[in-house]
């Protein structure tokens, strides 16, 4: 990216020294480090002062007139959704969100259960995020993923990736624009852009592009064709639907899907489960795929949607709120239009948007065991037809996870 357009910049953090009481800030072009500084700790968490120092940091490079494209590379554990929100409400455009990421790889971050603290990666002492749900959703977050060549990737590795991030424009990381792709345009002027540099090719790191939002300029003129990457910097990005496409009521999940030994099974339906049996299941339905997230219902609890997020052996189950059946009317013009209109194209006469709709993904899933596992842990006919008041004198089972 550096090479490819002039008057570009790369913004990194090096969050290794906060242990010290300090954030390292340095900005690099193509010739090597132009800037360095640092940014004090902001109550004992490295990604509190970068967000205290980002946009500022962005806004000089911006006024400074110099910065055609300012690229935002973050460090290892950071996570895309909280800087791009951070550069939104700091008054710039994030115009790309990309994240590289090495095929070959995928499998053993999504298996890596270790948490951040034992890698010396957490971004704060109460960071209690592992290696393997940070890397994920790193991963889904990015419309775009820039794909190193690796020679260790097989047939297998490309699918998983395309099988956990189907929507996303994949671009490989080397690859040159020719005569027909000439569509790319360099920014000028007030203008500063960017993205994610290819970065460690095996940590599937990410970063925000951002714009002035006083608007574009007219493109300086070049000599040759941007590339895909570069011309991926400049698409545009949405940072309100980016988030609605990560909350579990409306999630743009993964389809069905079986290729070159990898499987995605989507399981949705329309009853409620058992708080005790689904609790026991749990480390089985954890550790069946490698990867695996949705949104369920537990019949003691029939108004509150509960988020499901697994990765390496790890399930995160928090509450996401209420489900727009609970609701009263009234309240319906609190809730965003897209969730809205998600309820609306599965609205069930009975339940509502209550549904049971988890996806997993994984080499050599068993999908038959899953399914087997999953309706065995869904109420009776007998149970059910018991009825609302009788489900909620059920065990209440998931209080201890849900710290209740």
């Not at 040159?176 to 994610?196: D, K």
């Not at 399981?267 to 990867?291: G, K, Q, V």
């Not at 928090?318 to 309240?331: K, M, N, Q, V, Y």
Request: charged content about 25%; hydrophobic content about 45%.
């Amino acid at each position: 990216m550096l090479a490819e357009v002039p008057g570009s910049v790369v913004l990194h953090h090096d969050l290794a020294t906060a242990a010290a009481g300090t954030v390292v800030r340095t900005v690099r072009d193509a010739g090597g480090i132009l800037d360095a500084g640092e940014a004090p700790l902001v109550n004992d968490c490295a990604c509190c002062a970068l967000r205290e120092d980002l946009v500022p940091e962005l806004e000089r490079l911006r006024d400074a007139g110099a910065t055609r494209l300012a690229v935002v590379e973050l460090w290892d554990s950071v996570e895309p959704k909280a800087m791009a929100e951070v550069v939104a409400a700091g008054g710039l455009t994030v115009t790309g969100v990309i994240t590289a990421v090495d095929p070959a790889l995928i499998l053993p971050y999504l298996g890596n259960g270790d948490d951040l603290a034992d890698g010396g990666l957490a971004a704060a002492a109460t960071d209690q995020r592992t290696v393997a749900d940070t890397f994920a959703r790193q991963l889904e977050y990015a419309p775009v993923l820039a794909v190193a060549d690796s020679p260790e990737a097989d047939d297998e590795d490309r699918e998983l990736l395309h099988q956990l991030h189907p929507t996303a424009l994949q671009v490989a990381i080397g690859q040159v624009a020719t005569g027909r792709e000439a569509t790319g345009q360099v920014a000028t002027g007030r203008e500063a852009t960017g993205q994610e540099a290819t970065g460690r090719e095996a940590s599937g790191r990410e970063a925000p592009a951002m714009t002035d939002a006083d608007g574009l300029t007219a493109p300086a003129p070049r000599l040759r064709p941007l590339s895909p990457l570069a011309r991926a910097a400049f698409a545009g990005f949405d940072v309100e639907a980016a988030a609605a496409a990560q909350h579990p009521a409306c999630a743009l999940l993964p389809a069905e899907a079986d290729a070159h030994g990898v499987s995605t099974l989507v399981w949705s339906r329309r009853r409620p489960f058992h708080p005790e049996r689904l609790y026991a299941a749990l480390e089985d339905l954890t550790c069946a795929a490698a990867r695996s997230r949705g949104r369920f219902w537990l019949a003691d609890k029939p108004d509150t949607l509960f988020h499901w997020d697994a990765a390496g052996g790890a399930l995160c189950v928090e509450s996401a709120g209420p489900w727009l059946a609970s609701l009263p009317d009234a309240a319906w013009e609190m809730v965003p239009p897209v969730r809205r209109a998600a309820a609306a194209l599965d609205w069930h006469p009975e339940h509502g948007d209550r549904c049971q709709h988890l996806v997993f993904t994984s080499p050599g899933l068993d999908r038959d065991g899953l399914e087997r596992l999953l309706e065995s842990c869904l109420l009776t006919d007998a149970e059910y037809a018991a009825g609302r008041d009788a489900w909620q004198r059920l065990p209440h089972a998931f209080d201890t996870l849900l710290e209740v």
